[in-house]
């Protein structure tokens, strides 16, 4: 087996490829990272860990997947482009070198995918599987939380609860699916639209920990009210035919994981938005209306919808 050092060579400085735009100033190798950029620059970090985000048997191209998505989406919801990240990373001695080799196969593919380097890191041996990534973005102008308006519509930008029916799956909760599966490990963050449609948008957030509880965060920010239509939700024929309507609609209520952005903008925009989707290959769904007031208000035909609206919490 090999060294620390050694691994860190073989496995993770080919990771700086594909080169960043604009390039780092000092990439890997140094003490520390030097980047200039002319635009602002975005920045989120997301720790997976195994047990709490991953099943512990779960494969190393999935773990890579995931914790690269899930990262990636905080940068969606900003409408920043991604340019590079940091990776920090904490392997059980255990896991022998094929293991190292499948898990940065993957993240290159995911660099290639994302045209985003990993230009730095950190590498220790540990109890249990740990992987941080720090994301870098640009953008002109940064999504904020915190700019809806009453009367705006609320947007999401892909099916809600697969990856909870995925997770459920894996937990032997619901028969098992393929395609949610893949939603749960292989998520597709909206970078590009986003990117595009943020000059018309209003207020976005990534739906990470639930649809109820992250539109909760535009609300509360934004100091206003959101009411949602169970019956907009989308919901996915697949989430459809394993489990009942009233579970699909908890799942995407507050299934989480679902790594959408969920964002307002004036109704006016409407079918310049779903035009725009269309171009970048993504489909929107309008869920509601932020209105004044304040809370996330749901509905079924005009009715409160009676659910449970706690996202995940890790100490809940
Ligand atoms: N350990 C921490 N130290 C400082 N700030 C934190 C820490 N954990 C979370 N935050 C900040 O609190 C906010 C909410 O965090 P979180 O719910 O994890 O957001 P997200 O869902 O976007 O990852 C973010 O702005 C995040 O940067
Ligand atoms: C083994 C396993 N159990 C449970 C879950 C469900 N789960 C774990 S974290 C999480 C919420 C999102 O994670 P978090 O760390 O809060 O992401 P952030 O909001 O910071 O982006 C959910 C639904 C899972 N993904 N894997
Ligand atoms: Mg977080």
Redesign the pocket.
Known sequence: MSSEFERIQRYFWPLAAPEANPPALIGNGDDALAVCSGQAVVI?V?TSVSGTHFPPDAAPEDVASKAVRSAIS?LAAMGARPWFYTLSIVVPKAYDESWWQRFTDQLMLENQHWRMPCLGGDTTSGAILVVTVQVHGLTDQPLRRSSAQPGDDIWVTSYLGDSAGGLAGLQQRAPIRAELLERFYRPEPPVSFMVAAAPMIHAAV?V??GLVADLGHIAKASHCGACIDVDSLPLSPTLQDIVSTEQAIAWALSGGEDFAACFTAAPVHADELCALAKEHGRTLWRIGTMIEGKGVQVLRADSPYNHSDAGYDHFG
């Open positions: 989120s997301d905080d990534d990470s920990d």
